[in-house]
């Protein structure tokens, strides 16, 4: 049995992964990163249109702050995220942006004088100050008060991980890529590591670490029409599940982009109708004013998403032989502005659609892109009954997205949170009572459980074919657990996916080849993509509420009252069929932002008994004027800044807020 | 197909070798697919797979374009395999991995020890400034029309199509290709990088570097990001004839 041993073993090459190694090296800790392909070649990568940070640079972003970012971000979530994360996020996010400015990041930059913008379907003249030139621009986004999305073109995610993973070779970071982690080594109460496969050689191996940190990203192919890459296949959700201690939360929370290239499920950036762009349905008519009068185009992502499937469903789509599909007209943004700033979109227009996008209009339909659920952490982004496993990003429910998420708000989270995580995981190896020493009888009962698995399904001849279990399971979430779910439709959602999870338990393959065998991979990840598909799909069905994108028509209501709590997965046995839910409360007495309505969308929910008590007593403090500033108030208000890792701390400095 | 005609019946001849099979050898296999519309290579890739050959291994992430896994030898030229449209190549179509890149199985290369390699050797990074940087304090500014030419080189995706249409690389081992020298005069340009002229001459001012180029410029065709390599490469060799002529 091969054994590697290190201080922190990252599960994931992406944004998140790499900078939480980056952190923890920096401590004086050893960290391997595990990544299935080339870390550039990660999902990170997609990201497009930008990361949220309130830098303030802008003539549209001035005047904003943590504060607002925060109240956003919240409102954003529909009042699912912990608003503690939220602040230690947006305290954070201006640091990240300057500290990826220094590692070399291309951030697009303020141009001081008049430039013509295109705001609300009209051209307008934006003046920048002076000052301003050269410091970090901001564009608009959906679900936002300011101007606060950074950027470099439409190709943010990239120029982000190209720095990060030069930074992380700058290290001496080890990355073992075409590694895949099959299950985490614990002894039910604390994480060990990980058994490995190489995806080259088919060999088995174990990582034993101090701590073990998962950050593999989403589960986008889950669904059969997403955004996501085709390795989003949560499995570093699948094997946080199967330890049956460590709990998912909220994996019912799932989001829907609006923007998708159709048929392709290729994403066109947010950043398209934050510069202006505009959706249009069959007889050209601009139809979100209609529906959503205060953010039109620019309401948040699952309310975007479900009037344009609204609109559809009262016959306004435009027909062509794959389906219905509505138009993305950028045409009004330009040449000019479209091959500088949305370049990408160009290019895929031009290679997956065949149209010209400067001059033609984009078909586009939501299709899946996030996964807000995830690994449940703590602040610090340690499971709170896993001691040594850690997870960021967007593997994590950390939870600062609660139920949608806000664009421009994931690719900040990765790197933020690698940034605190990284702090933490090297907090947690100083301490000499968590040192390791290799429990050799324990990692060897893991290792050959999974090599039995392995064997047994490359053993199988005539068992059930990988790649139609996948195929089903995709077209019922896609089908049963999509913008509009009901409970019938979840009922059937999950009576199907408990007759694919026990079909799955006999899946075979054609040819037992050595070495990559990609029919083998397909099998062993299908077992565990249906469990996850699972967790999703009943604790829609049990929800039974609307709260963000998750949206049950018969339960159209978001209810306070008795849904203001995170769902907590479990899977405690091999042989349920089910998931074990829990549920974990959130706390109105301590709200910063009591909940209340977002600014778009439904004006109609069923209030906590709690909310009128804490929003007359934040009323009362805000009144007194007691606070000589925002810091102060804020700080009477909730308290953060205690969470935060201690050089991650203080006030981040602006144009209008000199030092 | 949508224009009524009947769809095309497509062949598809690809190399096919796995190593870690004992006895295996280099072939070309024959896959017949019905051609649909809007098929890409990754759609019919991933339909082979699925329906015909669970054994067939070849690398796609993204499928979009961006992240540069794809890179394959199309009809005998490098490129990217998930955003090439069936419907522009010919009934017969031909498949083979990148060369120079180690061979995994079949389509799939390992270009990312390549590129890892390429990186350490030339410190594809910022070398920043004594000091750490406050990052409380307003970012350093940056001239916008610089911080956009840095990102015209920054574009650079990793795929290897120009170090697979290289003649040097087939040669010299230890080439940096058109991918190294880009990154080269990528960080040139940054001012954040404290690094000067003396210091990438000692990186690329040989013949694994600038001047083992042989101007064929292969690497300036096929490079699926329109890279200006061809210009990149001469201003490169340039400056580095007057460094070493120091």
């Given at each position: 049995m091969k054994v590697v041993y290190t201080d922190v073993l990252v599960i994931g090459g992406g944004l998140a992964g790499l900078r939480l190694a980056v952190g923890a090296k920096r401590r004086g800790h050893d960290a391997i990163i595990l990544s299935?392909?080339?870390?550039?070649?990660?999902?990170?990568?997609?990201?497009?249109g930008g990361m949220q940070a309130s830098?303030?640079?802008v003539s549209k972003g001035q005047g904003d702050t943590e504060d607002v970012h925060f109240e956003d971000t919240v409102r954003g979530s529909d009042w699912g995220a912990d608003q503690e994360v939220v602040r230690m996020f947006v305290n954070t996010s201006p640091k990240a942006v300057r500290e990826l400015a220094a590692w070399g990041v291309p951030w697009s930059r303020v141009r001081k004088g008049d430039r013509q913008a295109v705001i609300n379907g009209q051209k307008v003249t934006l003046t920048e100050r002076d000052e301003a030139h050269g410091t970090v621009a901001q564009r608009d986004f959906g679900?936002?008060?300011?101007?606060?999305t950074c950027y470099v073109a439409d190709a943010t995610g990239h120029a982000m991980i190209t720095a990060v993973a030069d930074r992380a070779i700058a290290e001496s970071i080890p990355v073992h890529e075409r590694k895949e982690a099959l299950a985490l080594i614990h002894d039910g109460g604390r994480c060990l590591g990980a058994v490995v496969?190489?995806?080259?050689?088919g060999e088995v191996l174990a990582y034993v670490a101090k701590a073990t940190a998962i950050a593999?990203?989403?589960?986008?192919?889950?669904?059969?029409?997403?955004?996501?890459?085709?390795?989003?296949?949560?499995i570093g959700h699948a094997i946080a599940l199967e330890t049956g201690v460590a709990a998912l939360g909220n994996m019912e929370a799932v989001q829907f982009h609006p923007?998708?290239?159709?048929?392709?499920?290729i994403l066109v950036t947010e950043g398209c109708r934050g510069d202006g762009g505009l959706l249009k349905d069959a007889s050209g008519h601009r139809f979100m004013p209609d529906y959503e009068?205060?953010?039109?185009?620019?309401?948040?992502r699952d309310v975007v998403s479900r009037r344009m499937e609204e609109h559809i469903r009262k016959g306004n789509g435009v027909k062509s032989r794959f389906g219905e599909h509505l138009w993305l007209d950028?045409?009004?943004?330009?040449e000019k502005h479209i091959h500088q700033n949305l370049r990408e979109v160009w290019d895929i227009c031009h290679y997956?659609?065949?149209?010209?996008p400067v001059k033609d209009f984009i078909a586009v339909r939501p299709a899946q892109h996030?996964?807000?659920?995830?690994?449940r952490t703590k602040p610090t982004g340690e499971s709170p009954t896993l001691k040594g496993l850690f997870s960021a990003g967007e593997?994590?429910?950390?939870?600062?997205?609660?139920f949608n998420r806000l664009g421009g708000n994931s690719v900040a989270e990765t790197v933020v949170a690698g940034m605190i995580v990284g702090e933490f995981v090297a907090d947690f190896c100083d301490k000499p009572e968590n040192a390791v020493t290799v429990p050799v009888g324990l990692v060897q009962d893991f290792v050959e459980r999974e090599k039995a698995k392995l064997d047994a399904i490359a053993n199988r001849?005539?068992?059930?074919?990988p790649s139609v279990l996948k195929l089903e399971m995709q077209d019922l979430m896609s089908s049963q657990v999509g913008i509009f779910r009901t409970g019938e439709d979840l009922q059937k959602a999950v009576d199907g996916l408990q007759k694919l999870l026990a079909r799955a338990r006999n899946v075979g393959v054609r040819s037992a080849a050595p070495g990559p065998n990609p029919e083998l991979v397909t099998a062993y990840r299908v077992q565990r993509m249906i469990k996850l598909a699972l967790t999703i799909a009943y604790g829609a069905l049990t929800r039974t509420e609307s709260r963000g994108a998750h949206f049950r028509s018969d339960y159209p209501r978001r209810n306070d009252a008795e849904w203001l709590k995170r769902t907590l997965a479990t899977?405690?046995?091999?042989?349920?069929t089910l998931p074990t839910l829990d549920y974990e409360p959130l706390d109105v007495t301590r709200m910063e932002l009591p909940p209340g309505?977002?600014?778009?969308?439904?004006?109609d929910y069923i209030d906590h008994p709690d909310t009128p008590a804490r929003a007359a007593e934040i009323e009362a403090i805000k009144a007194s004027?007691?606070?000589?500033d925002r810091f102060a108030l804020q700080q009477a208000l909730m308290p953060f800044?205690?969470?935060?890792?201690e050089p991650l701390r203080g006030r981040n400095e602006r144009i209008d807020e000199p030092f | 197909m949508a224009d009524g005609t009947a769809p095309r019946k497509l062949i598809f001849k690809i190399l096919r070798y796995n190593?870690?099979?004992?006895g295996d050898r280099p072939r070309l296999q024959s896959y017949q697919l019905e051609e649909a519309d809007g098929m890409t290579l990754f759609i019919a890739l991933n339909e082979i797979r699925d329906k015909?050959?669970?054994s067939l291994a070849f690398d796609f992430v993204?499928?979009?374009?961006?992240?540069?896994?794809?890179a394959m030898m199309i009809d005998g030229r490098p490129g990217l395999?998930?955003?090439?449209?069936?419907?522009?190549?010919?009934?017969e179509i031909t498949l083979a991995p990148l060369p120079v890149f180690e061979l995994?199985?079949?389509?799939?290369?390992?270009?990312g020890k390549w590129m890892r390699g390429m990186s350490e050797r030339l410190e594809t990074w910022v070398h920043l400034k004594e000091g750490e940087v406050d990052?409380?304090?307003i970012e350093e500014r940056m001239d916008p029309d610089l911080a956009e030419e840095i990102f015209e080189l920054d574009?650079?995706?990793?795929?290897g199509c120009c170090v697979a249409g290289c003649g040097t690389a087939r040669m010299r081992e230890d080439f940096v290709g058109a991918v190294g020298l880009n990154k080269i005069a990528r960080f040139r340009l940054d001012?954040?990088?404290?690094?000067s002229d003396e210091d990438f001459y000692e990186l690329v001012g040989d013949d694994n570097g600038v001047?083992?180029?042989?101007?064929?410029l292969g690497c300036h065709d096929v490079c699926p990001k329109q890279l200006p390599l061809q210009t990149q490469i001469a201003f490169l060799r340039r400056k580095m004839v007057s460094q070493g002529m120091k």
């Open positions: 299935l392909v080339p870390p550039k070649r990660s999902h990170s990568k997609a990201a497009q830098l303030g640079n679900g936002t008060k300011k101007w606060r496969r190489d995806l080259v050689t593999t990203g989403g589960a986008g192919r889950l669904y059969r029409n997403t955004t996501n890459a085709v390795i989003c296949e949560g923007t998708a290239i159709f048929p392709a499920g009068p205060e953010k039109k185009e620019l309401a948040s950028i045409t009004l943004l330009g997956f659609l065949g149209v010209d996030y996964t807000m659920g995830g690994v593997a994590a429910c950390w939870d600062m997205h609660g001849r005539g068992g059930e074919d899977w405690k046995s091999d042989s349920d309505w977002r600014g778009y969308g439904a004006k004027g007691k606070a000589p800044e205690h969470l935060l890792p | 190593p870690k099979v004992p015909q050959d669970g993204c499928r979009a374009g961006i992240c540069g896994s794809c395999a998930c955003r090439t449209l069936t419907k522009s190549l010919g009934a995994i199985a079949d389509l799939s290369v390992d270009t990052l409380r304090r574009r650079c995706i990793e795929c001012p954040r990088d404290t690094r001047f083992g180029c042989m101007s064929l």
